[in-house]
């Protein structure tokens, strides 16, 4: 079965064997099977692209050796091909030769359920790995949290959210849920040594500087090039009131120049990992609550805007200049201490 978010010319998540990081996540769940006490779902959530796929099979491989009857490494190789009886994998199907469902469907669960129902293929626990659930239409994710409510014995279900705030709540209430957070530059530079052994170190090290901690958009980013601007953006939002206007005026007509490409979409990103910490180190300011509503305001109006642009094909470079305002307004109004992108 062909993962729809995979990445040409890298491992799929069952085929890495071991996740990088998420050394708490692991441990938690680790010690629930060590004493015999695996919750019936568990809920792993964090930001797209920092590991949590791959957690997942690596833990389900550890289930499956410790309470089946194969040696672990008969087990990871079967896990690696999706061919363990005691394995179940749910993500978007295939529409036809040329691309995907948009979502997991109803029939899709249906199916899961199905087939989790029939005499088992082998002893042992069983593993139903669901990647991400944030892709379940209302129909399906109302048709899992009835599986949740009452799993098949000896069933665990792994769910992988990027959004967990979407989900119903009722979903979560039924999982342990473990939140997942973005690796170590150090982390992040090996899975990319180990993937792209050919990188040249400035390359390397550029990629690893744009990646916040997600091996996965360190990979993206290697496809953008070296000129791309994304890298003065992040020396900007080191410090933006240090620079002249000229320079976010420069960058609003570089990333804007193509308002769906791939540069833009990395730019929005870094931009709410900007916000979203500001908004942090305001809120460890009890004292200071006028820069906190000036974050939260300068969020709300950033997010609006885009939005705005996207769905009405506003000038994109003009939408950056107004947020890039905004940003340095906020910033000289409060004399706030440079926030380091990450």
């Known amino acids: 079965m062909s993962d729809p978010d995979a990445l040409d010319g890298l491992p799929l998540p069952e085929r890495r064997q071991r996740a990088l990081g998420h050394q708490g996540a692991?441990?938690?769940?680790?010690?629930?099977?060590?004493?015999?006490?695996?919750?019936?779902?568990?809920?792993?959530?964090?930001p797209q692209g920092i590991g949590k796929a791959t957690l997942a099979f690596e833990i389900a491989a550890s289930i499956l050796a410790a309470t089946g009857d194969e040696d672990e490494h008969r087990v990871a190789e079967?896990?690696?091909?999706?061919?363990?009886?005691?394995?179940?994998?749910?993500?978007?199907r295939p529409k036809d030769s040329k691309g995907f469902y948009t979502v997991i469907r109803v029939e899709d669960v249906r199916e899961l359920r199905d087939s989790m129902h029939r005499t088992r293929g082998r002893a042992g626990h069983r593993v139903a790995i669901i990647d991400p659930i944030d892709d379940a239409n209302a129909s399906a994710a109302n048709a899992l949290l009835k599986t949740l409510e009452e799993p098949p014995a000896d069933t665990t279900f792994l769910l992988i959210s990027h959004r967990p705030g979407r989900l119903l709540p009722t979903i979560k209430s039924r999982c342990q849920v473990l939140g997942l957070r973005p690796l170590a530059d150090g982390d992040v530079r090996a899975v990319l040594e180990a993937d792209k052994p050919g990188l040249g170190t400035t390359e390397l090290d550029r990629a690893v500087g744009l990646a916040g901690g997600r091996p996965r958009r360190a990979f993206e980013t290697l496809a953008l090039g070296p000129d791309s601007a994304l890298g003065a953006l992040g020396a900007w939002l080191q410090a933006p009131t240090r620079h002249p206007a000229s320079v976010h005026l420069g960058l609003?007509?570089?990333?804007?120049?193509?308002?769906?490409?791939?540069?833009?979409?990395?730019?929005?990103?870094?931009?709410?990992?900007?916000?979203?910490?500001?908004?942090?180190?305001a809120a460890s300011e009890p004292a200071n609550?006028?820069?906190?509503?000036?974050?939260?305001?300068?969020?709300?109006?950033?997010?609006?805007?885009?939005?705005?642009?996207?769905s009405i094909n506003l000038d994109t470079k003009q939408t950056l200049v107004v947020i890039f305002d905004a940003i340095r307004r906020h910033l000289e109004r409060f004399a706030a201490a440079p926030t380091e992108f990450s």
């Open 26 to 46: 692991r441990a938690a769940i680790l010690e629930r099977l060590a004493a015999g006490r695996l919750p019936g779902g568990i809920l792993l959530h964090g």
């Open 78 to 92: 079967q896990v690696a091909a999706l061919s363990h009886p005691n394995l179940f994998v749910l993500r978007r």
């Open 252 to 281: 609003a007509d570089a990333l804007g120049a193509e308002p769906q490409g791939a540069e833009m979409s990395f730019a929005k990103e870094m931009l709410d990992n900007w916000m979203a910490d500001e908004a942090r180190s």
């Open 289 to 310: 609550r006028m820069r906190l509503a000036s974050a939260n305001e300068l969020w709300d109006k950033a997010h609006a805007l885009l939005e705005e642009a996207d």
